[in-house]
């Protein structure tokens, strides 16, 4: 897909779940030119990165900015990396299906004829979404609602999966968000007004191309999600499980399981194969000790083994996982 780059970003903490992203996509066509973007990796994480040839460094010193006003600072990341007619934001807590690269195309050639600047799916109206949210600090963006007069029956989006056809657009989500003092889900609220300024916007039906939150809530069934996002402000839908690479006891990864057995299976598919096809890479890095023995399973989790292994196979992780 060469009109095309795919980019993510992460910090440590997110390591392994882009780690997972990563190797949903590797047998897709979207493969070619994938990228993960430096949002506060460690030295290790980078160069795991950095040897698949798919790493794009911070385009100045971090410090310490959250992932979110990093993410809206996607304009000058992929500057250096060559002009395409579709940058692709994609989170890092998402798995994409292998027909992914197929669909996109599809999608991609929809919105080149349609002459449309943006597309992302829609999660709820505006006003909706200011009520459910008022727990957080978000008053920022009701500030700016206010100050413009935006109408609160107008579509919020979900920023997890964003295609961009305009560097225009990039632009002012930058320049808007660095106007804008940080607050909660900051990147998406900011990408929402620039929406709201009059942009061309097609709306992507959830369930293909931003599976995540309510779409949860029923027994899956029908057509697989292309884009399936691990993410929901209701706790039912996953949990979060602190995991390891074996022999790295400090090191935590934040790993998001779904509840949605379908989809936890899925989960766990992709990350088998990543087990089996990374470790080579991995103990390269310095993320895993060179003398690992062959075919052992190196993500660990800090939990009894006793206790019930995540992937619900009812069996015990000492027997299932552990071993
Ligand atoms: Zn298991």
Redesign the pocket.
Known sequence: MKDTILVTGVDSKFFLMACLLYQSIKPTSAAENFFVLDFGLKEEEKSFFRSKGILVDAPGAIGDPHPWALKAMLHDYVANLQPSSNIIWIDSDILVNGNFGTALRGLLDEMANGQVAVAASPEMKTGDFVSRFSNLNIWPFIRALTERKLPLDADYYNSGFVIFRSVAFLKAWRDLAKATPFHALFDQNIFNLVVQGGVRILSLPRRVWNFHASDFDEEFSGEEPMVLHVTSHRPEHYKVHACGFTGAQNDCYELRLLNARHFLDYQFQVLEKFVSSEKAALCASGLLPPDLPEGKFFVEWNIPGDQS???Q?G?PYAD??AA
């Open positions: 292994c995540p992937c196979s069996k299932c996982h």
